[in-house]
Antibody
């Protein structure tokens, strides 16, 4: 069955960096577009970043553009989110999610999430 | 502030029908982008309930149905069950913002 397992979350000071990883299994990873989506306290779900199957196209939400980098390693069935210059409002549970159909912008499988807390 | 507007909460007795509205605009629904719906329970992964306005993924009960018209969409749950409690989010794309989510609606079974 499809599984997405995030790791790498934790407590980081404002201005710090963190890299999240998402290990995928149960499907042909290299054929799917992937995204990172976060849930911030009291503010619901927010799409963060998106990468196509080969990594040839990448998109970011304006709130993270220039600070976050999404990447993937199809040989390792993994997608990553490198987060730099973190701010308090980046505190959230970060989910990796698989896109249901190519360029459909909906997600049919999500991981359990990884908590990132930005605080001094 | 989200560009998709949902009511904060809806409630119903077991067996009843409830609907959750999601109001968009000309830059998302009005531009032809699909609406998708998810349920999110605390500590769990969000679950896709409806995609492409009104299509159900395999395994989602027929009690869940979606519709969209002009700049509004709705999710209906018939035969409400205790297990349906949770937070429900509509989601679409936008001409400028890529993917967007509604603020979420808490469904309570009385």
């Amino acid at each position: 069955q499809v599984q997405l397992v995030e790791s790498g979350g934790g407590l980081v000071k404002p201005g710090g960096s963190l890299t999240l990883s998402c290990a995928a299994s149960g499907f042909t990873f290299r054929e799917y577009y992937m995204s990172w989506i976060r849930q911030t306290p009291g503010r619901g779900l927010e799409w963060v970043a998106y990468i196509t199957s080969t990594g040839s196209s990448i998109y970011y939400a304006d709130s993270v553009k220039g600070r976050f980098t999404i990447s993937r390693d199809n040989a390792k069935n993994s997608v990553y989110l490198q987060m730099n210059n973190l701010r308090a409002d980046d505190t959230a549970v970060y989910y990796c999610a698989r896109e249901g159909d190519t360029s459909s912008w909906y997600w049919d499988y999500w991981g359990q999430g990884s908590l990132v807390t930005v605080s001094s | 502030q989200s560009v998709l507007t949902q009511p904060p909460s809806v409630s119903g007795a077991p067996g009843q029908r409830v609907t959750i509205s999601c109001r968009g605009s000309s830059s998302n629904f009005g531009a032809g982008y699909d609406v998708n719906w998810y349920r999110h329970l605390p500590g769990e992964a969000p679950k896709l309930l409806i995609f492409g306005d009104n299509r159900r993924p395999a395994g989602v009960p027929a009690r869940f149905s979606g519709s969209k018209s002009d700049s509004s969409a709705s999710l209906a749950i018939t035969g409400l069950q205790a297990e349906d409690e949770g937070d429900y989010y509509c989601q679409s794309s936008d001409t400028t913002l890529r993917a967007i989510f509604g603020e979420g609606t808490r469904v309570t079974v009385l």
